[in-house]
């Protein structure tokens, strides 16, 4: 298990950019890859991008891809997400998630960060 704390929402007009973090601690060599989720007002939770710790392979969800970036740090304790050409579409409460080897699905999260894009 993973324990994770994201930071570095807030506001911002359309078409700028924000930088989340997310800090990972606990037993990080059993985990496999990390991700970014959001969640907008009144609708399910959305997977936004993913990144493998074994070879930084990276994938994003259509919306984000060519805007958004998920990045880490070489010892695996920071996931970043740079969010660049922001719309109001992008407003949500995003969380970052950890897999565990051998697992389907994204085990551990953690509590969510607010980005609001107003227009």
């Known amino acids: 298990q993973v324990q994770l704390k994201e930071s570095g929402g807030g506001s911002v007009q359309a078409g700028g950019s924000l930088k989340l973090s997310c800090t990972v601690s606990?037993?990080?060599?059993?985990?496999?890859?990390m991700a970014w989720y959001r969640q907008a007002p009144e609708k399910a939770r959305e997977w936004v991008s993913s990144?493998?710790?074994?070879?930084?392979?990276?994938t994003y969800t259509d919306s984000v891809r060519g805007r958004f970036t998920i990045s880490q740090d070489a010892d695996k304790k920071t996931l970043y997400l740079q969010m660049n050409n922001l719309e109001t579409e992008d407003t949500a409460v995003y969380y970052c998630?950890?897999?565990?080897?051998?697992?389907?699905?994204?085990?551990?999260w953690g509590q969510g960060t607010q980005v609001t894009v107003s227009s």
């Open positions: 998630a950890a897999k565990k080897c051998g697992k389907v699905s994204f085990n551990d």
């Open positions: 990144i493998r710790n074994d070879d930084e392979t990276t």
């Open positions: 606990g037993n990080i060599p059993y985990t496999c890859e």
